[in-house]
């Protein structure tokens, strides 16, 4: 069976400070309205996830979780 990452957001804890945005743009992005984090890809590409895990460690709100299996 083929490992694979899976991101997972919580818009509600969400404070859209842009660093998941700054850490990977090919997964996240942000809403123009408020800021909020909007996710493009739940499944990124192996070459993409050490950038999204970055993202989530680096999340001041902690609304960004990475789940491998």
């Known amino acids: 069976m083929a490992r694979r990452l899976k991101v997972i957001v919580d ?7 842009g660093e998941c945005v700054f850490t990977a743009p090919e997964v996240f992005d942000q809403d123009e ?7 493009l ?3 990124p590409e192996e070459a993409l ?6 993202a989530a460690r680096q999340c ?3 609304a960004i979780r990475v789940e491998e299996g």
């Open 11 to 17: 818009r509600d804890k969400c404070v859209g400070s």
């Open 33 to 39: 309205a408020d800021g909020i984090v909007v996710l």
């Open 41 to 43: 890809t739940d499944t």
């Open 49 to 54: 996830w050490k950038s999204a895990r970055q």
């Open 60 to 62: 001041p709100a902690n």
